[in-house]
């Protein structure tokens, strides 16, 4: 029972919020993230890049699909970007001019040691995850995997604090001619189509790159993780889901990132905070854009109420996909992940579900391996006493509407 031995009775000195998504990502964290989000907020991105789609929408009517800019935004809340965020200026700029047209001017912060993407990342990444046809590994495209293995495996590195230095040019002329035709042969690609070739030569691909990296840095304060140590209101926001974890997930269909407690932990240590205010996320089912395993997965939608206008079909990810809400997984998930604040952190757990405006009048979830139905009620008490949060919020609608499950009298079941 999960509950058992986390409930921080007293906070030894600052608290922070943290939203962790529980399984394959698309749980709700934006959503999550704004609700905990105030003026006073600054939300951290603790793991993952551009490829996250973090939506929050408004009652005014206003909607933004968060990535580089933490989900709080709408609210006030200052994005800090860590050094387990990895940075990709021509998708910031981009992000930025959306949100400005909604008359949203966030401030930013980024960790100078932050990885920072390159038009060759991305390049790269496309070109090999087209090539892998049906075994593809369920990429976004945006060269968030390709950064981290480049920066961790070759001495081509490029983080935040090197974009102002006058070698930024040569850089990347060392990432384009020796590292690009490297990684492709590694990766078994060993011709490439004229389109390819032309992209990959010209030269306004670097002359852009510059021109926005200095605009980002002209735009954001560079820091670093010390600057979390002055704030006390913060909101730790993760990208993907346990499932998707370098080392727990699905291999080789997973993240390059720790998208569970271990980045948290180690800035959260960084910034004097010992407890932890710490929600798990999932919709009131499972679901997996991209490809590798799904277990029980069904065809098509599992409910016809679903409206997702977030994950439309992708060049490279697919369709959404759907399976049951499988209590297996995700009492087996989050019951590792909590191991990484075990003895360093007091946790305050609370379990966060999302969408159960979609749901039927009878829903399917997945326990002891088998397929079962209940009813929306049944299904949350089933999480209750599965995952034995402190705190259960349940959301319904795309809109920041949540309830504590205990204070709605059909929830309130004793475990």
């Known amino acids: 029972m999960l509950g058992e031995g986390w409930v921080a009775r007293e906070f030894i000195m600052t608290t922070a919020q943290v939203i962790i998504g529980a399984g394959f990502g698309d749980e709700g964290k934006g959503l999550f993230t704004d609700y905990f989000s105030t003026r006073s ?17 408004l ?36 992000e930025q001019t959306e949100l400005e047209a909604l008359g949203v001017y966030p401030e930013v912060l980024i960790d100078g040691d932050s990885y920072v993407t390159t038009p060759y990342d991305m390049m790269v990444n496309q070109i090999v995850e087209a ?10 495209g945006v060269g968030f995997g390709e950064t981290v293995g480049r920066e ?21 002329w060392l990432i384009r001619e020796r590292w690009l ?3 492709l042969k590694q990766l078994g690609v060993e011709t490439l189509s004229p389109q390819w070739q032309e992209r990959i030569a010209s030269p306004g691909a670097v002359d852009g790159f510059i021109n926005l990296s200095r605009a980002m840095l002209e735009r954001c304060e560079v820091t670093r993780s010390r600057y979390l140590s002055r704030q006390r209101d913060l909101v ?5 889901g346990l499932m998707l974890d370098q080392t727990s997930g699905f291999f080789p269909h997973v993240t390059r990132s720790h998208t569970g ?4 932990v180690a800035l959260a240590h960084d910034a004097g905070i010992r407890s932890l205010s710490l929600l798990y996320a999932t919709r009131a089912y499972l679901t997996r854009h991209g490809a590798g395993p799904l277990p029980f997965e069904v065809g098509g939608k599992i409910y016809p109420g679903i409206e997702d206008p977030t994950n439309k079909p992708h060049a490279f990810q697919g369709s959404l996909r759907f399976a049951p809400l499988n209590l ?31 749901l039927p009048e009878r829903v399917a979830l997945v326990a002891a391996g088998a397929k079962e139905e209940c009813d929306p009620h049944s299904l949350l008490a089933r999480l209750r006493r599965t995952i034995r949060p402190q705190q259960l919020l349940a959301s319904y609608g795309p809109e920041c509407h949540c309830i504590e499950a205990t204070s709605v009298p059909a929830l309130a079941v004793t475990a």
């Open 236 to 240: 730790f926001e993760g990208a993907q």
């Open 59 to 94: 009652t005014d009517g206003r909607r933004h699909v968060f990535s580089h800019f933490g989900a709080g935004s709408f609210r006030g809340a200052r994005t800090f970007l860590s050094r387990f965020f990895v940075c990709n200026p021509l998708l910031f700029a981009r």
């Open 261 to 264: 407690l271990r980045n948290v």
């Open 41 to 57: 907020s600054t939300v951290v991105r603790f793991n993952g890049g551009a490829q996250a789609g973090h939506t929050v929408q």
């Open 328 to 358: 297996d997984l995700l009492h087996k998930a989050i019951t590792r992940d909590l191991a990484h604040a075990e003895g360093v952190m007091s946790v305050h757990l609370q379990l966060g579900v999302s969408c159960l405006d979609q």
């Open 152 to 172: 961790e495996e070759t001495p081509y590195s490029l983080r935040v604090a090197d974009l102002s230095r006058d070698d930024l040019a040569q850089r990347l």
């Open 131 to 140: 090539a892998r046809g049906s075994a593809r590994h369920g990429s976004v």
């Open 181 to 183: 035709p490297q990684r």
